[in-house]
């Protein structure tokens, strides 16, 4: 495949963004824009700046993993997940910085397109989305590069995939913050963990002689697919909140978060029963598919 895509084609930079990680920016501005529907507070261009800035910055985020695992060396032939476009040849690392620079900046943009639409409505006149941004590209350096060979990346994924998107989304469109938005930001943050427990399991022994201290190298296969189980039950049990505030009803929490939990469970007796090599790359793309259904059903029942 390699010799089959041209250097900085457009090919290169599509299978460089990766895609399908773009469900992880999807699901909690989803979810936040649920929230502020079912408060008739919906505010449709600032939701989809939102998503924008969202989906900008994970490509961002790839871009950046791709460029420095390359320089690193992370990305060995015995490597088990989807090829990475600089380790491939696709795209030139020089190419790749220029990328990351353009992309960030578009995802300013989005940034710029909140704060104009939100300023002079919210309650600090939108200088507090600034700071948020710009904690947003920096730890989009720091996650790829420095944070996630330390065993942070779990903790990240709950802050930047659950309340950093849930809450901004829902606060740019009514101006405040409740409980119900960190319950679901633990539920999206948890939710996407999902994915990331699924790479660092598959990748457990590249990550260890690459020197990536994930909690699964440290803990172990068994702590790994343990971690997994527990994303999705802990997900779960954190809904029962939004049942006692009044944003679920017993019948939704059935078939929403315990339909997302019958097909979690199901994904996590494949991914034990097939433990190791490029077959778990099946359970990525499940564990994706399963995020995603709790992502819709549960935006469902909010906006009932």
Known sequence: ?????????????LLASRPKTLTAAFIPVLLGGALAFADH??????????????????????FINDLFDYQKGSD????????????????????????????????????????????????????ELVLLGVVCLLFA???????????????????????????????????????????LSVVSGLVIDALLTINNYRDREQDRLSGKQTLVVRYGERF???????LGIAAVLTCIGLVFTGRLTWMEFIWAPCV???????????????REGKKLNSILGETSRNMLFMGLLLSVALSN
């Open 1 to 13: 495949m390699r010799n089959m895509i041209r250097t900085n084609s457009f090919q290169a930079w």
């Open 41 to 62: 507070q919906f505010q449709p261009a600032e939701a989809v700046c939102c998503l924008l800035f969202a989906c900008f910055m994970q490509v961002a985020a790839n």
């Open 76 to 127: 060995r032939e015995d490597r088990l997940g989807p090829k990475r476009a600089c380790a491939e040849g696709w795209i030139t690392p020089r190419a790749m910085k220029t990328g990351i620079g353009v992309v960030l900046a578009l995802a300013c943009l989005c940034g710029l397109g909140v704060l104009f639409l939100s300023w002079g409505t919210l309650p600090h006149g939108g200088w």
């Open 141 to 183: 350096f720091l996650y790829t590069t420095v944070l996630s060979y330390r065993g942070w990346g779990d903790v990240l994924v709950l802050v930047f995939f659950g309340f950093v998107p849930v809450g901004g989304t829902y606060y740019v469109q009514t101006g405040m913050l409740n409980w119900d938005v960190c319950l």
């Open 224 to 230: 790994g697919a343990s971690m997994y189980l527990g």
């Open 260 to 274: 997302y939990f019958y097909l979690h469970s199901m994904t996590w007796r494949k991914m034990v029963q097939i």
